[in-house]
């Protein structure tokens, strides 16, 4: 009985050690977020001085989703350590006060920037090149933007799209990301 008792004991235990760390705010919070100024244009020098990738999660508070991310794909050692690696990210929280200044020097609280960047889902997340102009938005600046929540090949491979500037290139993201899943599945 008494083994019975520990070992449901341990079970109630391990979802609760796997759980993302939540700040005040009540947002996931990973090793590799920055806390910065928030001023886009020093952050993306900063990447640029690492030789790192600029990446902008925006996620709110009871998001499911997010959560999946942080619970069940960022926790992945492969990724977690790709991005440790390769990103420079900042965390928006979507219905936040923080200010932040974007790339073409508007001031604005990040609930306020959101708006103005149009993103309506959490997580949404924007990757953005090595030069922006000071004459964009974040959204106009992006390479590429990922709404929502995704499995571990699809993120994988949209951060490695990104560091190889796959954008750049012929092959779109779809098709590209069709060919890695297939080696990763194969």
Same mark, same amino acid.
Request: net charge negative.
């Given at each position: ?69 942080? !619970?069940?794909?960022? %926790? ?5 350590? *790709?991005?440790?690696?390769? +990103? #420079? ?20 609280? !990040?609930?306020?920037? %959101? ?5 309506? *889902?959490?997580?949404?997340? +924007? #990757? ?28 994988f491979n949209m951060l490695n799209w990104v560091v190889e500037e796959g954008?750049?290139g012929d092959e779109p993201f779809q098709k590209y990301h069709a060919r ?7």
């Amino acid at each position: 009985m008494k083994r019975l008792v520990l070992t449901l004991v341990l079970m109630l235990m391990v979802p609760a050690a796997l759980a993302a760390e939540l700040g005040d705010d009540g947002l996931h919070k990973a090793p590799w977020m920055r806390d910065t100024f928030m001023d886009l244009r020093e952050d993306l020098a900063e990447a640029n001085a690492e030789d790192k990738r600029l990446m902008i999660i925006i996620e709110q508070r009871g998001c499911i989703y997010c959560k999946k991310m942080h !619970e069940e794909v960022f %926790v992945i050692p492969e990724i977690e350590q *790709f991005i440790e690696d390769n +990103y #420079f990210v900042l965390q928006i929280n979507m219905f936040g006060d923080v200010e932040v200044t974007d790339f073409d020097g508007t001031v604005l609280p !990040e609930k306020d920037m %959101v708006k103005r960047w149009g993103a309506l *889902f959490t997580p949404s997340i +924007y #990757f953005f090149p090595s030069a922006v102009g000071d004459d964009l938005t974040a959204p106009q600046a992006a390479v590429a933007n990922m709404p929502g929540a995704f499995g571990r090949w699809t993120t994988f491979n949209m951060l490695n799209w990104v560091v190889e500037e796959g954008y750049e290139g012929d092959e779109p993201f779809q098709k590209y990301h069709a060919r890695k899943f297939e080696e990763q599945n194969g």
